[in-house]
């Protein structure tokens, strides 16, 4: 099942926080954060396991709440290389597969 | 490093005609993935593959086949299009199933 994404968009000025969030009906392992600008293919940020490990961007931060199958993307002093369209996907561990949400588009003005 | 290619960019078919579309890696990575992506839905994923000589079916993989002959190499065939199959398609590797996965460009298909 399809994690949702909410907000569906978000309008910032540069230099503004955001927060992106990812919510599973299913127990999720692992949650996967993709940026996408348009016209081009998705970038990864970062991962986040169960149990607390972490990979991934060094300026982008999130969280994993794995009792309420949740995750949240902490966009901070907003650039506008910041634009894009975020997407999470989950998977539930063993030998699942990503499941991507409906992503969240960005935007950031000067 | 090319990283991920995909090949052809663009291509548009008729209705029931057949075609291929390459994804080549040169990262040595074990897994490589299809999706297909439609605005609103984000990416889903048709066919992928654990290794060479190896592969399994995604969330829709109705219309689509898949062969997994070297590692480097994945490639997806449409037998039979048809215009639900417009969409853009977007081929990824990963080292393992736990990494990050490494997109192509993409290939915008558009079935008439």
């Known amino acids: 099942q399809q994690p949702v994404q909410s907000p569906q968009a978000v309008i910032l000025r540069e230099g503004e926080d955001a927060v992106i969030n990812c919510s599973s009906s299913?127990?999720?392992?692992?949650v996967h954060w993709y940026r996408q600008k348009h016209g081009e293919a998705p970038v990864f940020l970062m991962i986040?396991?169960?149990?607390?490990e972490q990979k991934g961007h060094d300026k982008i931060s999130a969280s994993f709440n794995e009792k309420k199958q949740q995750s949240s993307l902490y966009l901070t002093a907003s650039q506008l290389s910041y634009s894009g369209t975020y997407f999470c996907?989950?998977?539930?561990?063993?030998?699942?597969?990503?499941?991507f949400g409906k992503g969240t588009m960005l935007l950031v003005s000067p | 490093n090319a990283g991920v290619t995909q090949t052809p960019k663009f291509r548009v078919l008729k209705t029931g005609q057949s075609m291929t579309l390459l994804c080549a890696q040169d990262?040595?990575?074990?897994?490589m993935y299809w999706y297909r992506q439609d605005p609103g839905m984000g990416l889903r994923l048709i066919h992928y593959?654990?290794?060479?000589?190896?592969?399994a079916k995604g969330e829709v993989p109705d219309g689509y086949n898949v062969s997994r002959l070297k590692k480097q190499n994945f490639l997806l065939g449409l037998e039979s299009a048809a215009p639900s199959q417009t969409s853009v398609y977007f081929c990824?590797?990963?080292?393992?199933?736990?990494?990050?996965?490494?997109f192509g460009p993409g290939t915008r298909l558009t079935v008439t």
């Open positions: 990824a590797s990963s080292r393992e199933r736990l990494y990050e996965q490494y």
């Open positions: 990262m040595n990575h074990e897994y």
């Open positions: 299913k127990a999720l392992y692992s």
């Open positions: 986040l396991l169960k149990g607390g």
């Open positions: 996907g989950t998977e539930g561990g063993g030998y699942s597969t990503l499941t």
């Open positions: 593959s654990v290794g060479e000589g190896t592969t």
